[in-house]
């Protein structure tokens, strides 16, 4: 496998795929990782796993894996000198990607884009040896307006941790406990949540609201919040290691993503319904409707504000609502959505492609998209 950097969000299914195949699993890392996200405690102790190696220390070594491996896993990276060659020798070769169009299909007229992803995609559409996982529900969309992968799109998408749920940490829902991580950008709309808490208030709900992360729009956010009068209802906590995000998420009954179109994917939902929330996702986000089945294991909403605010009033008027989306939503990720799962369909995927049959499964990873 190689993409820029290994992250926390990749590694447990990398640990599942070296669990499985040993030495003979290898994650090639392309470039450190860029500061701001090692801020935001992403940082990894690279001595501390073994199958990692780095193409800037070793590119020789790193080089000859990727010609002579059974089958290449190729996530975001800048290195397609190691890749196309590998690629037109037919050797089997599966495209990790998120959307190619965020910001609008519009763009896929661009004759320099399309000049370059003919380089990298669509010329090898005929080829019975090149194959996408696609890590949000929007990119088949995008790659089918280049004419790349042609029923060769399969789901997939990011794997955080799974950990086993003690349900004896919930508290009573006499106040119910929301919560919100991400960084304070405006493509993650977290001025939303502090909208919702002011109208929250003016209904008379009895709630908290657990602010994680930082970013351009905190101050704004917190003078919002000071303004309303809200220090009661809405708890900043700054950027805190993935552990103890997690632990916030163990103590809490809603998980809010209000992300846009923007949002990739969005791994956070992954970790929220481990932790057994009711999640209130924005159906543009990535994740959304690989992991959401709207109305039985967590919500979609439209995108707008007007949208968000209904969904949650929902729920805080329905506790057993709020526990029975919670539930089915672990049970998704317990069952579907980790990473044993995920690198056990790879693995059956590979075997099928050897043996001349691949036979997607009906759901969850590598199903098709």
């Known amino acids: 496998m190689i993409s820029n950097y290994i992250n926390h969000h990749q590694i447990p299914f990398c640990n599942e795929m070296y669990g499985i195949l040993g030495e003979d699993y290898t994650f090639i890392q392309t470039e450190p990782m860029e500061a701001e996200r ?220 209000t992300s846009n179109h923007l949002e990739g994917w969005g791994a956070v939902v992954n970790e929220g319904m481990n932790s057994g929330l009711a999640e209130v996702v924005s159906i543009e986000a990535g994740a959304a409707q690989y992991l959401i089945r709207n109305g039985k294991n967590g919500l979609l909403y439209d995108g707008s504000y007007e949208d968000l605010r209904e969904k949650v009033l929902m729920l805080m008027d329905d506790h057993a609502y709020i526990e029975r989306l919670g539930q089915n939503a672990y049970e998704t990720i317990a069952t579907l959505w980790n990473p044993k799962h995920a690198a056990e369909e790879v693995m059956r995927f590979y075997e099928g492609y050897k043996a001349g049959k691949i036979e997607p499964p009906a759901e969850g990873p590598m199903s098709k998209a």
């Open 38 to 257: 090692a801020d935001m405690g992403w940082s990894v102790d690279e001595s501390a796993i073994p199958y990692l190696k780095l193409l800037y220390k070793d590119e020789e070594a790193c080089r000859k894996l990727i010609d002579e491996c059974d089958m290449l896993l190729v996530g975001w990276q800048e290195r397609e000198d190691l890749i196309i060659p590998r690629m037109k020798q037919g050797k089997l070769t599966v495209r990790i990607s998120e959307r190619l169009y965020r910001e609008g299909r519009w763009k896929a007229v661009s004759p320099k884009g399309l000049l370059r992803k003919y380089k990298e995609h669509t010329r090898f559409r005929n080829s019975d040896s090149a194959f996408l996982l696609c890590n949000g529900s929007y990119v088949a969309g995008d790659f089918s307006l280049i004419h790349a992968y042609p029923d060769k799109m399969y789901k997939f998408g990011y794997f955080p941790e799974f950990r086993k749920l003690d349900a004896s940490k919930k508290p009573p829902m006499d106040e119910i406990q929301l919560i919100w991580a991400g960084r304070f950008m405006p493509l993650k709309h977290p001025e939303y949540v502090v909208r919702l808490a002011a109208d929250m208030v003016d209904m008379g709900y009895n709630f908290r609201i657990h602010f994680i992360g930082s970013g351009e729009m905190e101050e704004d956010l917190k003078a919002t919040v000071a303004k309303g009068e809200l220090e009661d209802y809405v708890f900043f906590y700054g950027f805190i290691s993935p552990g103890e995000v997690r632990e916030l998420m163990d103590g809490c009954h809603i998980h809010l993503f």
